[in-house]
């Protein structure tokens, strides 16, 4: 069997997708669930985007990119000031990359580049060789490989092995080939580039035609040995591959696809979930792999087949994902070892003792109100106590006063920076909206709120109420974002911020907290 290298590229393509921004703190915590899952490259940003961009990427480099660590690669266009940029950002890394892309597509480089194809080959040389004298592991993507004409194609990756690139990966920029084309251009690719069978082929695929997945999995049947994916499929317009869904269909099919991972599957379902809590874009229930519903069995006759045997409707284990088997269901008489060890099965294997007992307190009080503790509640205590951004503000009470006939008033006490205690109330169009003006009197931080959700965790009428919001700065301080690589347009940041409760008003206080302390945190830096 021949290994595929997953390349992840989260915090960077992923990272690209409007709202899912993610602060330097949970930038790391990402690296390192993605260094749990044993990815072998995680490319952790684009350094020239932003002073931030930069400072997260070199973190990662320091603190993830260890000598038995995955390889830690950052972006640049082609050109010497990305290249230097990112060459900074990464080169504390044991196993630094620098990956450098050109359009190659005649769309892009009439109407986007505005050069002819040969300056497109010139500088594909001039700057490959650039990056390689920085460093020895070059990657060179050339972007909208997908629309390009393949003769050109050829020519263009030659020049780029020549050059010193050891990977090359060739992206479906707009998600608009087909399996068919995807797979005949990588065999193409292959049997037609000086030096291609000497470098590793990567492919790197959008989903705008819900595709991605087998358009990745035609590139690798022809050939190509590392797979771009993000988790839960994150990324620019309909997103990337998604991680996952390569990982399992390669685990699940192996004897089909003559192919494996080092993809330590069973942290799939923890790293799905902290990307949910950290970037508040919710996974599809009915999403392959780690959708609330992949493992659901609805129907009774189905059930009925589950529980005489799983084989008859399951092709993976929920257990191989690291999805509890709910076998053993905690309540309130469970004990402090029962709960660490239904966390280190849901793949928490390494929390401090601190942070044990922080959710585990936490986990007591709930299961105060709850008669049973399910896996997903676990899950929505881990994401509630210990995703949470550096606490600016902290909230100690709020009470709510609503019903027909009374206008919603929140009353909140917040204890600010210096240590001292404010109290402050408001009225609003409702509950939520009262809460938000009490809590902004006492900020003052002015924003606008994008975007709110709530979701329940699990069934039920005592059931843990999830909330997401978004929200964005309006004082222009920090409504600067980043760059988009391939765009160039700039992004306005937002913030988004999550709260866990059995009531959702609370649970409602708390996501917005979450969100203003991560604006705060985020100016303070
Ligand atoms: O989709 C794309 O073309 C990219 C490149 C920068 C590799 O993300
Ligand atoms: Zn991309």
Same mark, same amino acid.
């Not at 358009?215 to 022809?222: D, W």
């Not at 994150?234 to 869904?245: D, H, K, V």
């Given at each position: 069997m021949d290994k595929v290298y997953i390349f992840d590229t989260t915090l960077r393509d992923g990272e690209q997708s409007p709202g899912a921004t993610m602060n330097i703190d949970e930038k790391l915590e990402i690296a390192r669930q993605l260094a749990r899952l044993n990815v072998d490259i995680i490319e952790a940003g684009f350094p020239i985007a932003s002073p931030g961009d930069f400072e997260a990427v070199n973190l990662i480099a320091r603190e993830v990119g260890t000598e038995d660590g995955p390889v830690i690669a950052g972006l640049a266009r082609a050109n010497k000031k990305d290249i230097d940029r990112a060459w900074e950002a990464v080169r504390d890394a044991a196993k630094p990359r620098i990956h450098t892309f050109l359009a190659t597509s005649d769309i892009h480089l009439k109407h986007k580049l505005r050069i002819t194809r040969e300056q497109c080959v010139a500088q594909v040389k001039e700057m490959v060789s650039y990056a390689k004298s920085l460093c020895d592991d070059v990657e060179f993507s050339p972007e909208d490989a997908g629309r390009s004409d393949p003769e050109f194609l050829y020519v263009v990756l030659e020049e780029a092995i020549k050059a010193g690139a050891t990977t090359i990966n060739i992206p479906d920029t707009v998600g608009y080939t087909t399996p068919w084309e995807f797979g005949a251009l990588i065999k193409g690719i292959i049997e037609n580039v000086p030096g291609a069978k000497d470098v590793v082929v990567s492919v790197h695929c959008?989903?705008?035609?819900?595709?991605?997945?087998?358009? *990745?999995?035609?590139?690798?049947?022809?050939?190509?040995?590392?797979?771009?994916?993000?988790?839960?499929?994150?990324?620019?317009?309909?997103?990337? *591959?998604?991680?996952?869904?390569?990982?399992?269909?390669?685990?699940?099919?192996?004897?089909?696809?003559?192919?494996?991972?080092?993809?330590? *599957? *069973?942290?799939?379902?923890?790293?799905?979930?902290?990307?949910?809590?950290?970037?508040?874009?919710?996974?599809?229930?009915?999403?392959?792999?780690?959708?609330?519903?992949?493992f659901a069995h609805e129907a009774g006759i189905h059930q009925d087949g589950v529980l005489k045997n799983p084989l008859t409707y399951e092709i993976m284990r929920p257990e191989t994902i690291g999805l509890g088997s709910n076998e053993l269901v905690l309540g309130k008489h469970s004990g402090r070892h029962a709960f660490r060890k239904r966390l280190e099965e849901l793949g928490y294997t390494d929390l401090s003792d601190d942070e044990i007992n922080q959710a585990f307190d936490r986990f007591k009080r709930l299961a105060d109100k709850k008669k049973v503790v399910t896996d997903e509640d676990i899950e929505a205590i881990i994401a509630d106590e210990l995703y949470q951004p550096r606490e600016v503000w902290k909230l100690e009470h709020v009470q709510i006063v609503s019903g027909t006939g009374t206008r919603p008033t929140a009353t909140v006490v917040l204890t600010g920076p210096d240590g001292k205690t404010y109290t402050d109330a408001d009225i609003g169009t409702g509950p939520v909206d009262a809460i938000y003006r009490a809590i902004n009197r006492v900020v003052g931080v002015p924003n606008v709120l994008t975007e709110f959700a709530v979701k329940a965790v699990t069934e039920g009428i005592d059931a843990v109420g999830e909330v997401t919001i978004r929200v964005q700065p309006t004082n222009g301080k920090s409504v600067n974002g980043k760059i988009n690589p391939q765009t160039g347009v700039e992004r306005k940041r937002t913030f988004s911020g999550h709260g866990a409760s059995t009531d959702i008003l609370v649970a409602s206080a708390k996501a917005y907290m979450s969100a203003l302390n991560k604006l705060l945190n985020y100016r303070s830096r």
């Open positions: 959008h989903n705008d035609l819900g595709l991605a997945t087998a358009n *990745t999995l035609a590139g690798l049947m022809a050939g190509a040995r590392q797979a771009e994916v993000t988790v839960n499929g994150i990324g620019e317009r309909a997103g990337n *591959t998604a991680l996952e869904e390569v990982v399992m269909a390669l685990y699940t099919r192996r004897e089909f696809f003559d192919l494996y991972t080092d993809i330590d *599957t *069973t942290q799939i379902m923890r790293a799905s979930r902290m990307l949910t809590a950290f970037t508040g874009m919710h996974v599809q229930p009915n999403k392959a792999i780690v959708g609330a519903n992949a």
